[in-house]
């Protein structure tokens, strides 16, 4: 079930047949093999998966799927002191995402 759009968490909730197991997934996609933005604050991630679709307006998109302790695990951090904003902000590279392990690993979802 999708959430509604710009939605703060979760944009796709999945469950299965009896609703016994249900869990958010929070989708990114990039048009390229890019960084991945996940803001100022990694306490604001919410979603247990993540799904980073890289060539997302291609014919042949690549879906990377993370658990989002490995999200916060693998992001990188930019110290306050190095943005406009005063703020530090976290990304996923794309060596991070972009492993063997996390592509169309869709059978992670259970």
């Known amino acids: 079930m999708p959430t509604a759009r710009n939605a703060k968490g979760s944009d796709l909730f999945c469950a299965n047949d009896d609703e016994s197991i249900i869990f958010g997934v929070q989708s990114k996609g990039v048009s390229k093999r890019d960084t991945v933005p996940l803001g100022v604050n990694l306490d604001n991630l919410r979603s247990d998966w993540w799904v980073i679709t890289t060539l997302a307006k291609e014919d042949r998109p690549v879906c990377f799927i993370l658990k989002m302790q490995e999200v916060k695990d693998l992001c ?18 794309p060596n991070h995402y972009d492993q063997p392990h996390f592509r169309e690993a869709w059978h992670r979802l259970g």
């Open 76 to 93: 990188h951090r930019s110290p306050a002191e190095n943005n406009k904003n005063g703020h530090p902000s976290h990304w996923l590279q």
